[in-house]
């Protein structure tokens, strides 16, 4: 995947001056020796400068790791800790961090006598000092572990890392306001700047402007050539092919051309009502190609979903969607093809649905059209680009991170499938199974205002992306997840 970071992870030992510096020295060794064994040696640097005991360690650690192109921080607690120095390390480092503890051993380093560490006790002075300096930092579910144990925690913080430092370097680069009656996609762009993302707001004349200017260019012919092998046979609509590459090689240079500073871009795209009779295409397929090179691209200017996909492609490192929570499934395919088969009451279960945004490989198969509904009141042959094809099926994450109008975070995660189900429908589209969906959508979704489209990762990454938006800020009263029966959402009526 282009468009990502792949963060290091600096490992820096810290000890209290009062306990034996060698237990931090022994544990930091064999948890980098446990880390490389289990995952890869490319994702962590081991900071051999010192232990850090002291602000003056504070800052020649510091340097090391910057010097050393580290993106995250691990600050491991070898024993209790000093408070202090460690969480000003945390303090003056550019970028994620997280904690984590040794465990106590009674094989090695003097046993519970001379090597006790105590580290289970300096995670708490660690913690509170971190909220006296209102630092932010990842803190494992138990943040106290062996080496082994250790090395998973910081492997599963490489997700989380890799989104927080990606949104501190991207801009989202949007065109034209929303279309009429989509005032449920609003972007407050005041918690874009407190993410640290970056915003340019561009008109779609600017857009079309750019597109006209890239007429003939000389590189069409070899995009074109490149759709038409991906769509293979499903390739209905070849005559549309050269206007499509033409908005690809548009968005492309755009995205050089304007991304400034920032590594990393997500783009919050325009796609109708004018669009189809002024380019002479629908963008969906283009959108779905820059998506699956890592560009993220949002329908109808959803500034919040382009956000929402881009953080999920960082973490799962593949390639996501962006859908409407779109209709209900028809009893009679319930009845046919789910009941019996899979564990999903009828309410459980709903389709998933856009124009032909989703990339080909995330199809069962897919065939080049036109958009239906905008077909109904436009001219066929401009209403062309659209990628359809039932979603595949496996597991999924449907997830959102939205400002509310008054410019409040909140987010959504829940985990579930797209089912083995043939949708009979149009667009790509897929039947989505999540358990106790109906109070998810009611006491959820309705309650706290979230608007219909959703972003899908391709996989279960609930854990990450609860994790993601807690260091983003979000209390767990402002991550929402489809709660199980017995567990009543703030404002559900414990009679029904």
């Known amino acids: 995947m282009n468009n990502i970071p792949k963060v290091k992870v600096g490992i820096v030992a810290v000890s209290r001056d009062c306990f034996p510096e060698s237990l931090s020295v022994n544990r930091r060794k064999a948890l980098v020796e446990a880390y490389k064994a289990k995952y890869s040696e490319d994702d962590i640097y081991e900071c051999p400068v010192c232990i850090v005991e002291s602000e003056i360690h504070m800052v020649e650690a510091l340097k090391d790791v910057q010097a050393q192109g580290c993106e995250a921080l691990c600050v491991y607690l070898g024993n209790f800790g000093p408070e202090i120095s460690e969480t000003l390390l945390a303090k003056h480092f550019d970028g ?23 580290a289970y006790c300096g995670m708490l002075n660690a913690s509170y000092n971190l909220k006296l300096r209102n630092i932010k930092a990842y803190i494992p579910e138990y943040p106290v572990g062996t080496a082994d144990e250790c090395a998973d925690m910081i492997h599963d913080f490489l997700p989380v890392a890799n989104a927080v430092y990606a949104l501190n370097n991207l801009k989202i680069i949007s065109f034209g306001p929303r279309p009429l009656n989509f005032l449920a ?29 890239h007429a003939g260019d000389p590189r069409i012919p070899d995009v074109v050539k490149d759709m038409a092998e991906e769509l293979g046979a499903g390739n209905k609509k070849p005559e549309i092919l050269e206007k499509l590459a033409q908005y690809e090689l548009t968005l ?24 189809q009779t002024q380019f002479g295409c629908v963008p969906c397929y283009v959108n779905s190609r820059l998506t699956k090179m890592g560009i993220p691209v949002s329908c109808e200017v959803d500034i919040y979903g382009a956000l929402s996909e881009f ?41 998933g649905f856009h124009c032909g945004n989703t990339a080909s490989t995330k199809l069962t198969a897919c065939e080049m059209k036109n958009q239906m509904i905008m077909a109904r009141s436009l001219p066929e042959e401009v209403t062309n680009g659209t990628l359809e094809g039932d979603i595949a099926p496996g597991k999924i994450t449907f997830f959102r991170l939205q400002s509310t109008s008054d410019a409040q975070l909140r987010a959504y995660v829940a985990q579930g499938e797209v089912l083995p189900v043939a949708t009979r429908s149009f667009g790509s589209i897929g039947i989505f199974a999540i358990h106790d969906m109906a109070r998810f959508y009611r006491y959820e979704l309705i309650e706290n205002n979230y608007p219909h489209h959703g972003a899908v990762a391709f996989g279960h990454y609930g854990k990450a992306l609860f994790e993601v938006f807690k260091y983003l800020g979000l209390t767990s009263e402002e991550i929402g997840f489809n709660r199980p029966e017995g567990m009543l959402y703030k404002n559900e009526n414990p009679f029904k």
């Open 185 to 213: 996609c609003n972007a407050p762009i005041k918690q874009l700047y407190n993410l640290g993302v970056e915003i340019e707001e561009n008109s779609e004349l600017d857009l079309f402007e750019a597109f006209n200017n």
């Open 311 to 351: 953080i999920g492609t960082v973490v799962s490192n593949d390639t996501v969607t962006l859908l409407d929570i779109n209709n209900t499934v028809p009893s009679d395919i319930y009845e046919e093809d789910i009941k019996g088969k899979f564990d999903y009451d009828i309410k459980d279960t709903f389709m």
């Open 96 to 118: 994620p961090v997280m904690f984590c503890a040794a465990a106590e051993e009674t094989s090695a380093n003097g046993g519970l006598i001379q090597g006790r560490g105590d």
């Open 252 to 275: 492309l240079d755009w995205i050089e051309a304007h991304k400034g500073y920032r590594k990393y871009v997500a783009i919050a795209g325009k796609c109708w009502p004018a669009f």
